[in-house]
């Protein structure tokens, strides 16, 4: 549904709106338009007892489609839940108000500023449970730019372990948070490293900070009531949180070529909600969350930092066996087996397994007619080069050539 909205309505929305659409966005939107288009290049799969053959266009690998978006889920979430290790975590979120939402709108740099503070907060809260022992928890953050009405609302989403390495202790349990001093500490933090990114428009942003602080006296809002104690709990978070579309399929409800609706459910009311806009509109709020290319939506910080991944000790929270498990059913023909009950590789005529017989490239053609050409013709050469060779030699012994 929503390639079929982007197909039949990005070029006149990019004509309207060119000059404010950053490059990443169009070349997203461009790849998820033509994902598994056969004419942007394919492979081709034939039978080889029956000749059937089968052509699969080339997918776009790309997070903001909704099914490569999958994929990209789902690898991201077995390489995370393979980083953990095996001790209860605790899902975190740490927000940001509504005041502060468009300053990350403006300089998307920023972003970077929301996993960063909140593993400072957390390192500093563990710090002060013993100060000799400089604990040190495994954090792994996700940057999320929506909320579930798909409107600008960035924030972090932390997975946190229930505990920390120290200097001395291998490891000590933490399994109590104190919410109100990391909502505060969270607060000051945000504020200051935020104030330090502006060059203009200090004053008017001091009079916002200051505001903030009578409003939110309390401070930012963080929580986290949700314990996660097992693998397969660990695999549905980072399944729900890592790196997914702004908006899945599922929830668009109807779409009539003018207008889009869909759904949310209402985490405050736990209501479900129905929006109905333009398709303008939602073009707008679906490309506003596409990540500048290089930019890391994901981060790993503290124990799970890869130059302290040696140092951890605990055993991992999936085993060898899980993994490989895991390995040999995430391939493509796998998917398509377990999620749809066929093997899309079986001959329909004759049920014989299908193998690749052909790469096609748009402006190339087929590589395999290209590697035959580029073969004969370097053969041709060599051949050419030893006629030469051979009558050069024959000419200095007196024989005629051989080859004229």
Known sequence: MIKEIFSNHWDDFYEVYKDKIRPDVVKDVTRMIDCGDISKGHIVYSCSKCGEEKKLGFTCKSRFCSSCGKIYVDERAEKMSNTLIQVKHRHMVFTVPE???IYFRQDRK???LLPQIAYDVLKRYFKQINKKENYTPGVVSVIHTFGRDLKWNPHAHLLVTEGAMGEITEW????????ERLRKSWQTGLLKALEKTIKKGRRAF??????????????????????ISDSKSAMKYVGRYTGRPAIA???IIDYDG???TYFYDDHKS?????????????IKRVIIHIANSGFKMIRYYGIYAGKRKHKCKVIKMVDDKIKEIQKKYKSWRKRIQLSFGHDPLKCPNCNTEMTISDVVYPGIGSVLKLIHDRTYEKVKKEIKELKESHDVIKGKLGFEPLYK
Not at 172 to 179: A, G, I, N, S
Not at 206 to 227: E, H, P, S, W
Not at 270 to 282: C, H, L, Q, T, W
């Open 110 to 112: 920023r972003l970077s």
């Open 99 to 101: 005041e502060l939402r």
């Open 249 to 251: 399929n599922s929830r």
């Open 258 to 260: 003018k207008t889009v």
């Open 270 to 282: 736990g209501v479900r909600k129905e929006i109905k806009i333009s398709v303008f509109e939602f």
């Open 206 to 227: 001091k009079n916002i900070k200051n505001k903030l602080y009578a409003v939110y006296k309390d401070g930012f809002y963080v929580y986290g009531d949700r314990q």
């Open 172 to 179: 000590k349990k933490c399994p109590y948070f104190h919410y």
